[in-house]
């Protein structure tokens, strides 16, 4: 065997190494949002942020009460993760939009501890004076050590 067929050979596996790593990161990343796991970036690579909802309360485990689309101008509106993992020193904010227009970040919190399998929440209510929510389409996107994360679609009627 001559050493220029040793080192076509070489590359061949090399490429159809690579081919398999690639089609392994592209069904890795399918079955996590098949899963609803919302991995975020490496800057973020041990936070795992699932199912974020809007809910028009809160259980005794700061979970939420049920899972709402719509809310009355009055209502108090809580995003929620739900199952999330967080360790210690991850800075965690929720960013509300209007009409596509970001109107009020939450109050930014920073995890005190490692905290696993555990809901998140913020809630966003009427201001004083206005006493009311603005009637129209509203998203809520979580902002985890500064990179945009998952985001929860809800409207005020």
């Known amino acids: ?5 040793l080192y076509l050979s070489r590359k061949f596996l090399l490429a ?19 899963m609803g796991i919302n ?3 490496a800057q973020t690579a041990d936070i795992r942020i699932r199912h974020v909802v809007s809910s028009s309360g ?8 049920d899972r709402a689309s719509s809310f009355a101008p009055s209502d108090s509106i809580y995003i929620v993760a739900e199952a ?3 360790p210690a020193g991850t800075d ?3 960013r509300l939009s209007y009409e596509e227009e970001p109107v009020e970040d939450s109050v ?4 005190d501890q490692d905290y ?17 929510l603005n009637r129209g389409q509203y998203s809520a996107q979580l902002i985890v050590n500064g990179n945009p994360g998952p985001s929860v679609d809800f409207e005020v009627q």
């Open 39 to 41: 991995y975020l970036s």
């Open 1 to 5: 065997m001559s050493f220029s067929r």
């Open 16 to 34: 159809i190494l690579l081919i398999l790593l690639g089609v392994l990161v592209v069904s890795c990343q399918s079955f996590s949002r098949l």
């Open 84 to 86: 999330s993992d967080v």
């Open 116 to 132: 696993f399998d555990t809901c998140i929440y913020f809630v966003f209510e009427a201001t004083s004076g206005a006493e009311v």
């Open 92 to 94: 965690i904010f929720a």
């Open 58 to 65: 809160l259980d005794a485990d700061s979970c939420p009460i």
């Open 108 to 111: 930014l919190i920073t995890a």
